[in-house]
Nanobody
Framework: QVQLVESGGGLVQAGGSLRLSCAAS????MGWFRQAAGKEREFVAA????????DYSDSVKGRFTISRDNAKNTVYLQMNSLKPEDTAVYYC?????????????????????WGQGTQVTVSS
């Protein structure tokens, strides 16, 4: 059973920063998604399990950075220049099947395990 434990959400003013963490019980291709109230879950960022290849949605590119510490099996999402429209519950996800060293995944159905979610609220 894969465990994903998220932390780091909170309330921040527009223009501020937050860093989310997701501690996993192993090393996997990982993704961050978010779901705002009344909306579908959407892709935010992804990172490969091995060589650190990353991908971002257009809405966060240049503001968010996904990274990983393989020694700690932890993935981070550094969020800068936050906007009110970034307000959502943020989820990390793990793909546990074998993948290429550079493979990244953008669809929720490509992931096998999910964290509990952490609320990020950006006030204007």
């Amino acid at each position: 059973q894969v465990q994903l434990v998220e932390s780091g959400g909170g309330l921040v003013q527009a223009g501020g920063s937050l860093r989310l963490s997701c501690a996993a019980s192993g090393r996997y291709a990982m993704g961050w998604f978010r779901q705002a109230a009344g909306k579908e879950r959407e892709f935010v960022a992804a990172i490969s399990w091995s060589d650190g290849t990353t991908d971002y949605s257009d809405s966060v590119k240049g503001r968010f950075t996904i990274s990983r510490d393989n020694a700690k099996n932890t993935v981070y999402l550094q969020m800068n220049s936050l906007k009110p429209e970034d307000t959502a519950v943020y989820y990390c996800a793990a793909r546990t099947s074998r993948t290429g060293i550079s493979a990244i995944f953008r669809r929720p159905d490509e992931y096998h395990y999910w964290g509990q979610g952490t609320q990020v609220t950006v006030s204007s």
